[in-house]
């Protein structure tokens, strides 16, 4: 059983930054690919950036140059750094890891809410 818990949300003003990070607990599981995602009501759930253990990074062109994902593989933790937010980037961010064994885990989400 693993547990990913999401930290890091809140309110910030257009243009300012936040810091999303989730650490996974409960059995220890080498994931294959660590990532965020974002949906806001009434819209499919959509990949913000992941990363996978080989070193890929994979990022929503929305975001490209302003959010850098990076992973901590000696305490199972990704992160997320957000800059030069935007008002469409306001959606809950949900923590996401997996393996090639199976394992498909997510956060409970953190909101985000870019807004002057």
């Known amino acids: 059983q693993v547990q990913l818990v999401e930290s890091g949300g809140g309110l910030v003003q257009p243009g300012g930054s936040l810091r999303l990070s989730c650490a996974a607990s409960?059995?220890?599981?080498?994931?294959?690919?660590m990532g965020w995602y974002r949906q806001v009501p009434g819209k499919e759930r959509e990949l913000v950036a992941r990363?996978?253990?080989?070193?890929?990074?994979n990022y929503a062109d929305s975001v490209k140059g302003r959010f850098t994902i990076s992973t901590d593989n000696a305490k199972n933790t990704v992160s997320l750094q957000m800059n030069s937010l935007k008002p469409e980037d306001t959606a809950v961010y949900y923590c996401?890891?997996?393996?090639?064994?199976?394992?498909?885990?997510w956060g409970k989400g953190t909101l985000v809410t870019v807004s002057s």
């Open positions: 990363l996978w253990s080989g070193g890929s990074i």
């Open positions: 996401n890891a997996a393996s090639y064994l199976g394992v498909n885990s």
């Open positions: 409960g059995s220890r599981i080498n994931f294959n690919v």
